[in-house]
């Protein structure tokens, strides 16, 4: 139509409305083929409507609206039709294959091991785990990644730190508890319990720091690690690959990474420092590889890191970084376009720290790790199911407060609690029945679902491919929450005001036929997001 019409590229969408008062599906199309012609836009969107045949049996009624925008309202026969597709494709409704096999690399979480995993790692968790989600759900290839922070000052402060403890307990003797000991951790060191936990289960190692260092460091790295990929498994999160940033320097990626940009004349040398030629690449200034001491800059490893992604053959990477690190972002992308790489190659998805609210008051330390709520605390107070979902309500890169209470309620004002109790009450439908959902077929007639809550609820489950594909390319899993709020209203208001059961057999039929959809599309919703779909709450 667009081509007909004189703009073949026109960038038009047909969407859902927000005010169901403007129809089922709207278009802008008219308006920008004004724009191209420079006219009036209501002029052509009645010759866009003209020139549209329209099914009766799809299309019931077509209104222009405003500047120019087309409104269409569904046929019901053809909203009915969808229950069919729906219960036909079952767990797989709402998938896609428009990532056409794509390969991409979500990496997320990357914590340094030298503690536990905070809140707001556990939000960085929820939303890099929903955005590959969303990617294998409309056909991309995914690899979910952890780049381990093993190397660097902060790691030998780590080892610094349990050696004190350990020598803390040794001396401890009589002592009810080594905590109870003055502390001597080095400036910069770390202080909370779980290095306590570990010295205790620390091997036995040589007299003196130095012969000592070697082994602790290996013991402490695991130890974390294990610590570590034990809560993220508890909530729900795995990875396919695990990467050192130490092995990085160890197997001479970085050193062939310096070799690679030398011989691009990317860097310089200028007051006896290395440079990276960022600026000519889309970067403020140009950016200190190596620093006039000889230590390399936390850049280089990077490039490398990124370098590698891109020799393992995946055609995107996107990092769920901390909202801190925003300023980070051009010169990374810079130095991956001075290498040749494809704008489209890197991608960043920021997420903001969290702050915990319990019992109407901000919940700042944690006996743990003595200076921020753990992951594990949040995890002990509301559970997986509602710290996921809690994490994943709202944009990644917007400030959010975790309020305890408030996910910890069994009633409506709970959102989790709230879209789980609209799947339960689907399944209660076919227990009350007597009959298991897969049993009760998938064909409805379209005159026999006559109220007004049957065509909204139809409506929303019609909405689930469309919402999945647009929170896959924006990278927003919050739209799938905000998706599965709307099908919990519309579920929770059919339920009350549409009987299914006694009622005339086509219309329990139908109904049967839309509580089946509706659990499904539920169901497909939440498990989606990692979350678990009751039958029973």
């Not at 026109?10 to 920008?32: I, K, Q, S, Y």
């Not at 007051?271 to 403020?284: Q, Y």
């Not at 905000?482 to 919990?488: Q, T």
Request: proline share 5%; aromatic share 8%.
């Amino acid at each position: 139509m667009a081509r007909a019409l004189g703009a073949p590229d026109a960038p038009f969408v047909l969407e859902r409305p927000r005010d169901e008062g403007h129809g089922d599906l709207a278009t802008n199309l008219a308006m920008l083929i004004a724009k191209t012609r420079r006219t009036n836009p209501r002029p052509v969107a009645e010759e866009v409507v003209r020139s549209l045949a329209f099914d009766p049996g799809v299309v019931e009624r077509v209104e222009i609206a405003g500047p120019g925008f087309i409104n269409f309202w569904l046929a019901r026969d053809q909203l009915t039709a969808s229950l069919a597709s729906i219960v036909r494709a079952g767990e797989s409704y709402g998938r896609a294959s428009f990532g056409a096999e794509t390969r991409v690399n979500v990496e997320f979480v990357s914590a340094n091991p030298t503690g536990p995993l905070h809140v707001g790692h556990g939000r960085g968790a929820a939303l890099g785990d929903g955005i590959a989600a969303l990617l294998e759900w409309t056909g991309h290839v995914v690899t979910r990644e952890f780049y381990i922070n093993d190397a660097g000052g902060q790691i030998d402060k780590l080892v610094e730190s349990l050696w004190v403890r350990i020598q803390q307990q040794k001396g401890a003797k009589d002592a009810k508890d080594a905590k109870d000991l003055e502390v001597a951790i080095p400036e910069g060191g770390y202080h909370g319990e779980y290095l306590i936990d570990a010295a205790a289960r620390a091997p036995e190692v040589p007299a003196g720091f130095a012969a000592a260092a070697p082994v602790l460091r290996r013991f402490i790295l695991q130890f974390q690690r294990e610590e570590q990929d034990a809560l993220l498994a508890d909530f729900g999160v795995r990875f396919d690959v695990h990467s050192s940033e130490q092995e990085i320097y160890d197997d001479g990626r970085v050193a062939a990474t310096l070799a690679e940009l030398a011989a691009r004349q990317l860097s310089y040398e200028k007051d006896g420092a290395l440079w990276l030629r960022s600026e000519a690449h889309g970067d403020d200034k140009d950016r200190v590889l190596r620093k006039s001491d000889g230590s390399l800059t936390y850049l280089v490893p990077d490039i490398a890191y990124h370098r590698d992604k891109h020799e393992r053959g995946f055609e995107r990477v996107i990092d769920v970084w901390g909202a801190d690190h925003h300023g980070y972002i051009p010169r990374m992308r810079a130095a991956l376009r001075a290498l040749g790489y494809p704008d489209d190659f890197f991608e960043v998805a920021l997420v903001q720290l969290v702050k915990v609210v319990r019992g109407g008051e901000e919940v700042r330390m944690s006996k743990r790790a003595g200076d921020f709520v753990t992951l594990r605390d949040l995890l002990d107070w509301v559970g997986v199911d509602a710290a996921r979902y809690f994490f994943l309500m709202r944009k990644g890169e917007t400030p959010f407060t975790f309020d305890v209470d408030l996910a910890r309620k069994q009633t409506d004002e709970n959102p989790v609690f709230y879209v789980q109790m609209a799947h339960a009450r689907m399944s209660g439908i076919f227990r009350v029945a007597g009959r298991e959902p897969e049993a009760v077929g998938e064909e409805a007639a379209p005159d026999a679902l006559p109220a007004p809550q049957d065509a909204e609820l139809l409506k929303e489950l019609s909405r689930f491919p469309e919402v999945v594909a647009a929170a896959a390319r924006a990278r927003e899993p919050h739209r799938i929450t905000g998706y599965l709020e709307d099908l919990a209203r519309a579920a929770h208001g059919w339920y009350h005001h549409c009987r299914v059961l006694g009622e005339p057999p086509a219309t329990e039929q139908a109904r049967l036929v839309l509580a089946r959809a509706a659990r499904q599309v539920l169901r497909n919703g939440l498990r989606l997001l990692g979350l678990s779909a009751p039958d029973r709450m």
